[in-house]
């Protein structure tokens, strides 16, 4: 069983920084694409970021530049560091495990395991 617990959300001002952490266990990041996808209230939940097994990165064009994707698959944990944030990236951001290895999608419904999720209040 995939579980997935993100970690490292809260309150920042326009222009700051966060970190956010996705442990992982059941699921090896070697072989399977991990994701971030965010719901802001009213709005459906939007691919942000995924990273594949073999090291490649995507990004939604809303974060490219500054967001940055990362892993270490040592400790099973995937990284989102956002940067100049902005007050239209508040959500509740997710993590996700794609459901079959060797796999890349930006779509929701191909990831089959998510974390239970974590703020992210941009202040303008």
């Known amino acids: 069983q995939v579980q997935l617990v993100e970690s490292g959300g809260g309150l920042v001002q326009a222009g700051g920084s966060l970190r956010l952490s996705c442990a992982a266990s059941g699921r090896t990041f070697s072989t399977y694409t991990m994701g971030w996808f965010r719901q802001a209230p009213g709005k459906e939940r939007e691919f942000v970021a995924a990273?594949?097994?073999?090291?490649?990165?995507y990004y939604a064009d809303s974060v490219k530049g500054r967001f940055t994707i990362s892993k270490d698959n040592a400790k099973n944990t995937v990284y989102l560091q956002m940067s100049s944030l902005k007050p239209e990236d508040t959500a509740v951001y997710y993590c996700?495990?794609?459901?079959?290895?060797?796999?890349?999608?930006?779509?929701?419904?191909?990831?089959?395991?998510w974390g239970q999720g974590t703020q992210v209040t941009v202040s303008s």
């Open positions: 996700a495990a794609y459901r079959r290895p060797y796999r890349t999608s930006r779509a929701a419904l191909d990831y089959d395991a």
């Open positions: 990273i594949s097994w073999s090291d490649s990165t």
